[in-house]
């Protein structure tokens, strides 16, 4: 496994067989090595997967846990090495961020609301490095993870609308035993916020096969649900059109129940797409 850690390096990679990439934070989970896996169907036994590791500062709004994120840089390093990576792009920060940059990437439409609203300049952060991303590795195609939703609709856009030649290839949800989505920041939560944590996935269920299907009726299902678990606290509980992510009346096909919730300072986010 190729290590590159500057954009000069990346660049000179010519890039002569199908590339895949994976941009992750790192911190890389179960989650993760699935990506790589589709990733790797996807390139072929003689394409390249790469994979990004990069925390990116832009997409932390002020106040969140940019610092403190994880960044197990040898265990990451290992992970990869045995998932059959064919070259990790690990840059640092002032590597990829001139301190007199001023261009910025910004979608204005699907990202005006839920993670968007809750976190302001996230969206214009993620497009911002996904943009930088493509243009350093040249990928034909990278894979993103259908948790993150609304990411995975808004790099979609962006593809679209600045005409990247890349295909976007969504990977389903990976979930623990008791249903939590895997994610970076469950490592965060304490044992007791970890066990109720499971109550997410279980308000999710609950909601998608309630026999109301006002989306008024849906949500409040799952919020009955989350409200079991003392230590969850509600950000946004929503039904949304899977594409347009605006909010519909009727839960049903092409929607999608979307919700972010606390457990002490743990921000967790997870969706279920609705029938
Ligand atoms: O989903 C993530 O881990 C990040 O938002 C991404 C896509 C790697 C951009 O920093």
Redesign the pocket.
Known sequence: MKILTTVAEAQSLVRSKARVLV???GALHKAHAELIRVAREHAGRDGEVAVSI?V?PL?FEPGSDYEFYPRPEKVDEEFCRNAGVDFLFRPSAAEMYAGDRSVFVEESSLSKSLEGKSRPGHFRG?CT??AKLFNILAPNAAL?GEK?FQ?LAIVRRMVHDLNFKIEIIAVPTMREDDGLAYSSRNQYLNLEERKQAAALYKALCAAANASKKSAGAVVARARQVIGEVPLARIDYVEVVDAITLQPVEMAGPGSVLVLAVFFGRTRLIDNIRLE
């Open positions: 941009p992750t934070m990069f990116n997409q993620v490095v996904v993103f993150d990411q």
